[in-house]
C-alpha cells in the first residue's frame, strides 16, 4: 500500500462514510419527499388526475427556484434555516439539510417525468375499472413507471455523490473535502487521485446496479 494512503487510512475511511452518510440522507429525502412531490406536480397538471392549476404553479415554482440556484450559493442561502433546524450550520449532519432539499427538488422533476411517460391508455384503463386517484398511483402509475423511477434515482443519486464534494464549506467532510484538503493543499497529489478513483468506482457501481434493477423490473 503507497506511504500516504497508509498514512491517512483512518481519514480516508472516515471521509468515505461521511459521504455515504451525506448521500444516503439525500437519497432518503428523494424517496420520502421528493416521490410525493413528483406525483403531486403530475397529478395536478391539466388534463390529470387531480388538475389544480394553482397548486401545480406553486409547488413547480418551489421546485424551480430550489434547482436554479447554483448548489454552493444554496447551501450558504441556508445556514441560517439548517442552524434553526438543528443548532448548528456546521458538520456532517448540518451538510445534510442542503442536500436533503436538492435532492427533493431535483428527483421530483424526474419522477414527474416518469409519470409523463405513461401512456394514458393505462390510466383510462384504470378508471373504468372504478380505481380510485391513490389506486391508480399507487398500483398503475408506479408499476408502469417503475423502471423510469428506479433509472431516476439512480442519475439523482449520482448528482448527489457530486454535490456531496462541495459539503466542505460547511465542515461536512466527505471524500471531496479530503481530496481538496489533504491533497490538493498539501500538494499531495497522490491522495487526491486515491479519492476521485474511489469517486469514479463509487459513481459506475451505483450506475451498474440502478440500470441492472431497472431493467430486471422493466416488463414492457
Do not use: C, W
Request: hydrophobic letters at 55%; a positive charge.
Amino acid at each position: 500500500m503507497p506511504e500516504n494512503l497508509l498514512l491517512y487510512q483512518t481519514e480516508i475511511i472516515k471521509a468515505i462514510l461521511e459521504t455515504f452518510m451525506m448521500v444516503g440522507a439525500s437519497v432518503l429525502a428523494a424517496i420520502i419527499v421528493g416521490l410525493p412531490v413528483g406525483t403531486l406536480l403530475y397529478s395536478t397538471q391539466k388534463g390529470r388526475l387531480a388538475e389544480n392549476r394553482y397548486i401545480y404553479i406553486v409547488v413547480s415554482l418551489i421546485v424551480n427556484s430550489i434547482r436554479s440556484f447554483p448548489f454552493l450559493l444554496l447551501v450558504v442561502f441556508l445556514i441560517p434555516f439548517t442552524r434553526l433546524l438543528l443548532g448548528t450550520a456546521i458538520g456532517t449532519t448540518a451538510a445534510m439539510v442542503p442536500l436533503a432539499i436538492i435532492a427533493i427538488a431535483h428527483y421530483s422533476r424526474l419522477v414527474e417525468q416518469s409519470l409523463l411517460d405513461v401512456p394514458r391508455g393505462v390510466i383510462e384503463a384504470a378508471k373504468s375499472m372504478g380505481a380510485s386517484v391513490s389506486d391508480i398511483i399507487v398500483k398503475f402509475l408506479f408499476v408502469e413507471a417503475r423502471s423510469g423511477l428506479v433509472l431516476g434515482l439512480t442519475t439523482s443519486t449520482i448528482s448527489f455523490i457530486s454535490y456531496s464534494t462541495i459539503m466542505g464549506v460547511v465542515g461536512g467532510g466527505g471524500i471531496g473535502d479530503f481530496a481538496i484538503r489533504y491533497g490538493y493543499q498539501q500538494f499531495k497529489t497522490d491522495l487526491m487521485m486515491y479519492m476521485i478513483i474511489i469517486m469514479i468506482i463509487l459513481v459506475q457501481s451505483i450506475q451498474i446496479i440502478g440500470t441492472t434493477i431497472a431493467q430486471k423490473i422493466d416488463k414492457r
